[in-house]
Nanobody
Framework: QVQLVESGGDLVQAGGSLRLSCGVSGSILSINTMGWYRQAPGKQRELVADVTRSGWTNYADSVKGRFTISRDNAKNTVYLQMNSLKPEDTAVYYC???????????????WGKGTLVTVSS
């Protein structure tokens, strides 16, 4: 069974920093794109950033220059370094990964349960 577990969410003041981590465990063959999404109260879930296995990254315009996504393929882990946080960054942050398993060799997306980031003004 594949599991994604996020950590690092917290309450932080505006201008502060946080680092989120997401580890993948289970019977997997490989992990393709990994990413972070967020969902604020009353809003739809949106892509924050993602990174391919080879390291190509993509960011939402709202976080460019402030957030950095990275991954450690040996540890099956993806990170999100968040700097210069703003109150509008407050949301539940979800990890997503496209994972290849023996049962699903073409890969399918898996989600973590989320970690709450609250930025106070």
């Amino acid at each position: 069974q594949v599991q994604l577990v996020e950590s690092g969410g917290d309450l932080v003041q505006a201008g502060g920093s946080l680092r989120l981590s997401c580890g993948v465990s289970g019977s997997i063959l490989s992990i393709n794109t990994m990413g972070w999404y967020r969902q604020a109260p009353g809003k739809q879930r949106e892509l924050v950033a993602d990174v391919t296995r080879s390291g190509w990254t993509n960011y939402a315009d709202s976080v460019k220059g402030r957030f950095t996504i990275s991954r450690d393929n040996a540890k099956n882990t993806v990170y999100l370094q968040m700097n210069s946080l703003k109150p509008e960054d407050t949301a539940v942050y979800y990890c997503n990964a496209l994972i290849v398993t023996i049962r699903v060799p073409v890969g399918m997306p898996y989600w973590g349960k989320g970690t709450l980031v609250t930025v106070s003004s």
